[in-house]
T-cell receptor, first 112, second 116 residues
Framework: EDKVVQSPLSLVVHEGDTVTLNCSYEVTNFRSLLWYKQEKKAPTFLFMLTSSGIEKKSGRLSSILDKKELFSILNITATQTGDSAVYLCAVFYSGNTGKLIFGQGTTLQVKP | NAGVMQNPRHLVRRRGQEARLRCSPMKGHSHVYWYRQLPEEGLKFMVYLQKENIIDESGMPKERFSAEFPKEGPSILRIQQVVRGDSAAYFC??????????????FGEGSRLTVL
């Protein structure tokens, strides 16, 4: 069965800490992997990763994909309270339907 | 340019009633997706529609659930004879084309259904 698994499920850190969120997948016909941030409303797009070993970076956030080991990580450096959210990992698969399979999400809480 | 608009944002129904959730995609988007998020779980794909066509409904429950995306007007997710287990957040997303290569999939803020 196709699945996406995220770890940890929840994380509490203090401002300034660096965090690493993990996403592993077992998906037939993998196309790409996406990261979203969800703050009690619409998930907002962070990154899309298609190729192994190429880091995507946006400010304090960065992400990389390993297609051999079937996982991705999302790093957040110098965390701020505004980074508190649920981070969702999702994979496009199964042809061209545009259907995403999501992980359970990692709930990050950043304390002042 | 308005984003994906969903309404109602919150809906309360009693068991056995019908729930209708609406989604207006972003302007220029012809692909619509519905996802369901149960408490403490990730989003689960339900259905993928293009104008007047259901392309993939592999995530839809076999009974009581239906979806449409008419030529004119919003996409509608309809749940008949709701049960408590239908309580969830229902998210709609839209894209201008199949987003596998672009990642351009935009989500609405969700409709939260509570079944009493």
């Amino acid at each position: 069965e196709d699945k996406v698994v995220q770890s940890p499920l929840s994380l509490v850190v203090h401002e300034g800490d660096t965090v690493t969120l993990n996403c592993s997948y077992e998906v037939t016909n993998f196309r790409s992997l996406l990261w979203y941030k969800q703050e009690k409303k619409a998930p907002t797009f962070l990154f899309m990763l298609t190729s192994s070993g190429i880091e995507k970076k946006s400010g304090r956030l960065s992400s990389i994909l390993d297609k051999k080991e079937l996982f991705s990580i999302l790093n957040i450096t110098a965390t701020q309270t505004g980074d508190s959210a649920v981070y969702l990992c999702a994979v496009f698969y199964s042809g061209n339907t545009g259907k995403l399979i999501f992980g359970q999400g990692t709930t990050l809480q950043v304390k002042p | 340019n308005a984003g994906v608009m969903q309404n109602p944002r919150h809906l309360v129904r009693r068991r056995g009633q019908e729930a209708r959730l609406r989604c207006s995609p972003m302007k220029g988007h012809s692909h619509v997706y519905w996802y369901r998020q149960l408490p403490e779980e990730g989003l689960k794909f339900m259905v993928y529609l293009q104008k007047e066509n259901i392309i993939d409904e592999s995530g839809m429950p076999k009974e009581r659930f239906s979806a449409e995306f008419p030529k004119e007007g919003p996409s509608i997710l309809r749940i008949q004879q709701v049960v408590r287990g239908d309580s969830a957040a229902y998210f709609c997303a839209s894209s201008p084309e199949i987003p596998v290569d672009t990642g351009e999939l935009f989500f609405g803020e969700g409709s939260r259904l509570t079944v009493l």
